[in-house]
């Protein structure tokens, strides 16, 4: 753990420039608007280690493979969201010499990210060249205006002497991405333009060979403010607008940086880019810096309204909880069917942007609580569009119907491990279950019965084929996979991806009886194929060992030398910074969630005493070393109240980046796995559950709390959930009456 | 199975110029002296496609790993011999145009290689500017001036009108390897220089980050012959000398090209190494071509006489042992012990010149019959000298003792696929067996008491470290480990690897009663550690099927879908060029002999129920597209009396490359599976076996031959043994008497 913030309800906040950790502090003070973010680097220059990192949402490239030993079957590129040019880069200049915090003399630093108004400040003192300057730093992407990057600048003279103050204001190609596999630039420059009031630039990346779309990017850059335009420039890769003025003793300056930014994603050629960037450069320039931010926090104020969540009696959890939600709904928040949730925003490169199983699994229960169904529905009909995508995976390995992507823009696997790209399936079964879980939570069932059966006969048949009957046993079989827990790879019949198959084909089969005629023959679907489906489903092996009443994560898992991880010597943690690849596989030590994650997925449908045996019994060997692990032992460990279990596994997930609990926040954020301090409170402590179409709760409050609040919405009403230490409530604050379940009562809600 | 040269007994020859397969012939008319080597390309520019290959024994670069997804224990660089500069290539001008057979008017080809008198020759009849010509290469690396490569050419004028032909001659550094993992170019050019009638080149590998030595390489080129000098020439990467000659209607004129080649492996610095190459250049400068080229033949005339293997009443499958035989001894003939056997020599870049466990499998059982013991002694002293980097292997995973490299050339792995790297781990057993096998047929016991045992006990400690407990099952188990047949990785127990642990510990044990109190106080070895290995050989659990009687592969081998080979479709075969890698790892087709792999090693503890029941398992699940895996089949068949599944099994390695048997000769020779027809002749059909010291035999002949011959060297001594129809005989030709056994009768030869 590495705490380098202040505990603050509403801020992320320092007073210090760590700048050994100055990665650290950039990811966690990222900001976004789902349609572009960046990481929270300075404007100005800062010649020691940082990472720009500047993204637009669905901008990606396919990175052409680069492996040591081709496998038959892998993928020609990964695609990843590059670093977008870089409209932020400003340099100032006091006296002609350039600010740089890496080399100058500073104070009174502080850098915050502000969650209830969508901003980031920093503020300095500077002294050089004789010159003593107070900075300040205001900076977002507007959610009221998407296309829109504001950047205050204010200069207060606080030395004995007038000084020069210049800034000259970038839109630069020159980028590159850390990640690249061949090291190329991904930009080509097509226009630049200056003006004294600003610049544009039109870039496009480069070209590829795997026919995905290229994508054209217009920046406008506009200035405002009391400095004087002294210049502008540009060459190949850049526009450059310089600005100056004379700060007087004591004097307050303002200036102010905007830039508009509108990509191919939206417009169909160059005409109406350039008609849409001028029309929104003028509609931008219409308002005042203090009306944007206005805007900015208005809807920030209303997703808050709907979301927050309030802890009582606990600042860290608080701060945890608020953070994750901020930097969730900065990377996603539903405005755009188009677009995912990758797993790390826009806060970093590595898996940047692009879309896992995360999503289905972690992101779509809490979007189904805290936006509207049609946010969901979104993400559903994302992976029905990538129906072809899915076929074409499930071909590449010699298999029928729809496997679906492991790593993914367009729905083509771009990942390249076999024992990830080609074994990790149980991906699929999980795309089902969103499906089943949105029509479970909403009581929507028209898309279930309509693309959504598409997606869910996709699955079952790639599931029918990919089994084996094992004449020996007389069962069916999944051989060679890679279940959630990853740090075991290449095995036979592992629990959860078993049992997934066999419920996807049962619900696939169980949906056939609500669909249309017209939709079965147009899917070729006929009774004899739901009978196989059947018969596979009945007949499938899902290991279990009756000696220790649990279910064998995989064969042979029960042979290993079965230490608990309390065994493990704690300078040997993470396992994976610490231990060879080899040794981690042969341990028993499970990186997230398996056994219990199927648990998880179907709570009701086990014992009490199933659900306590394989928790104690795999808990044990859990490190953990996922951040998509702990809310979902938390949620189980809540519902067998282990209260204490409960809350230590939460508090792994609440701040897992703000305490950099995993080591590697310097990548980037976990953002999919921010939904978990969520989800721990909400599934784990609130007990929320629901049963044919009823909403349950059984709250309590953990020792380290005095109480909570949530809301949620639910089939047209917005609930709140209040737990205190001795009584909790849930009370109807929108919508038509409604009778839910609290502590094992019907409530009629009005 | 694609044939493209002629059947001849003494010849690899073609009157073909297939430009189509031109890499293919070039891999075929490899020549190479241990010492350097090359491929078939011509002397001459060839503008179509080609592949110019030339090495230096031992002379090896450490290219920086290259990997999609970085696995913790990964080695820092893949070790490769490189491509040597180029000594080879001429310019030859008819009337100042060069000759260009890929475009040029030709008759009268002829490409054969002479493997009585190991020569390359090629003639042909080029037509051009007005010219007729017929040209004649001779080319060596003479086995018995190992620094010397020689090409004579010889050009006659078939047209009408004198010609002009020039010749130039180029040292040429300015090479790369199709296989660099950063594109980068090995050599950097220390000087150069020339005279009229030859230059000097002297060139070093380039720097490298890992520690590993820079070879440099001294070339100096001589030229004879009728032509004159018409100028020299040099730049910073190669020289080029000229010469000129007017051949008039009718005339006959030759031009040699010699070339001596030293390096920084066998002189310690530049002022020897110019004096060697200066000694050298002047001692070949006093012998004729035909000097040469006869001291080159009477060195393979020896070998032949020891060596050559008669198969009477079938040319194919003459030619084909003795191309084997050819190319092995071309590779490796045991006098530097610094250098081991490349799976593909000379012969291409692909694994080439780097150190496998094929060595001692396939290679060992060879050299110690048709070579002196000081030869496989050189083989397993070039182990003990790599234990160090062993200790390493086994250290970055984690673990005691040493583990051998699957892929080296200093003893440290090289190798960057986690399933092969850290799991291949049953190569540590043959290199014990390796000793075992030495001692065993030579009787020499000092190499196994003194440095020998520092191996095996490094080896038995990894083993011991590397088994754990199975508390429920009571047995020690090996988990993750992927076996000979890699078409199944990360398994479970896999019989072999099992057995080869389990045998290393109770070998090294009974070693350690023979060895000195020194050396068993200098390895720290005593009782407790030696009883620890009984027990855990005691107890390594050994999976096996009651029902079917057989060996199990690996746990869960027979849950598989169990259909035979016969059953795939002949388009999708081979599988690994037509099928998915996650279709193989699930299916149950053994790529190379796994369980038979163990039988074959300790053929007489097995019962013949035992034998006759694992192979007629296993082999109908057998693709054998490892060409390390006929042979071994063919022995235990033979074993078996199975004398038709025997040649069957034969031919597929009998003329692997000549017949390009897996379509992947292009990328050069399989030089180590080359030993495994002569295997399945002499252990196979001739059942050699050594047992207490003694040998037998039992010699069947195949129905497809009248009869056969070969001569082994054993403990002093010069067998001859000829098999025919009706009868079987074995001769003593050198060395004092000696029992041994044919056909279960024990058989004085004096």
Known sequence: MQRIFEI???????????????????SMTSIGNEYMGMRGMFEEKYSDDTHKGIYLGGVWFPDKTRVGWWKNGYPAYFGKVINAVDFVSVDIKL????????????????????????????????????????????????????????????????????????????????????????????????????????????SETIKNNFGTPRFTVEMVSDHKGSFESIGAFKDETKTVNSYAKNLEVGEIADFEKRVVVVTSRDYADQTSLDKAAEELSHKQSKLSFEELQEAQANVWAKRWEKADVKIKGNDES?????????????????NDARLNIGPKGFTGEKYGGATYWDTEAFAVPLYLSLAEPSVTRNLLEYRYKQLPGAFHNAKEQGLKGALYP?????????????????????????????????????????????DGFDVLVGIARFW??????????????????????????????????????????????????????????????ESKELA??????????????????????????????????????????????????????RSPYIKQADVLQGIYYFIDKFTKEEKARNFDFYEQYTVHESSLSPSIYAIVAADLHKEEKAFELYSRTARLDLDNYNNDTVDGLHVTSMTGSWLAIVQGFAGMRVKDGKLFFAPFVPKQWDGYEFRINFRGRLLEVKASKDVSQVSLLEGPALTINLNGKDLELK
Not at 11 to 26: F, P
Not at 319 to 326: A, D, E, M, S, T
Request: charged fraction near 25%.
């Open 8 to 26: 603050d309800p509403w801020k992320v906040v320092t007073h210090t420039l760590d700048k050994d950790n100055k990665r650290l502090q950039e």
């Open 95 to 202: 006296n002609n010499s350039s600010i740089d915090l890496a080399k100058d003399k500073y104070s009174d630093f502080e850098l915050a990210l502000d969650m209830k108004k969508g901003l980031l400040t920093r503020s300095y003192v500077v002294e050089k060249e004789d010159a003593k300057v107070k900075v300040t730093s205001v900076r977002f992407v507007s959610a009221d205006f998407k296309e829109l990057y504001a950047n205050k600048l204010s200069f207060e003279n606080l030395g004995q002497k007038a000084v020069k103050v210049e800034v000259d204001s970038f839109i630069d190609a020159n980028v590159f991405n850390e990640d690249a596999n061949y090291d190329e630039h991904f930009w080509e420059v097509h226009a630049t333009s200056n003006t004294k009031q600003g610049s544009k630039l039109v």
């Open 318 to 334: 608080q701060q945890g909880i608020r953070f994750n939600l901020f930097q969730l709904f900065s990377t996603y928040y539903g």
């Open 406 to 450: 492991m790593v993914t823009f367009n729905g083509i696997e771009c990942h390249n491990e076999w024992e990830i790209t080609f074994e990790e399936i149980h991906r699929n079964g999980t795309i089902a279950y969103a499906i089943y879980n949105y029509t479970r939570y909403t009581g929507d069932t028209e898309y279930v019965t309509h």
């Open 464 to 525: 029918a084929d990919r089994v084996h009957f094992s004449q020996r046993k007389q069962v069916y079989m999944i051989h060679g996979v890679t279940g959630p827990n990853e740090y075991e790879n290449n095995v036979n019949n592992n629990w959860y991806t078993n049992l997934l198959a066999q419920w996807c084909l049962r619900y696939a089969k169980e949906v056939s009886s609500q669909v249309s005629p017209e939709k079965l023959s147009q899917l070729g679907l």
């Open 532 to 585: 196989k489906w059947e018969e596979i489903a009945d007949n499938m092996y899902l290991p279990e060992d009756k000696e220790l009443g649990i279910f064998v994560q995989h064969d042979g898992f029960l042979d290993k030398d079965l230490r608990p991880v309390s065994e493990i010597p704690a300078d040997q943690l993470p396992l994976n910074q610490n231990w060879s690849w080899d040794h981690i596989l």
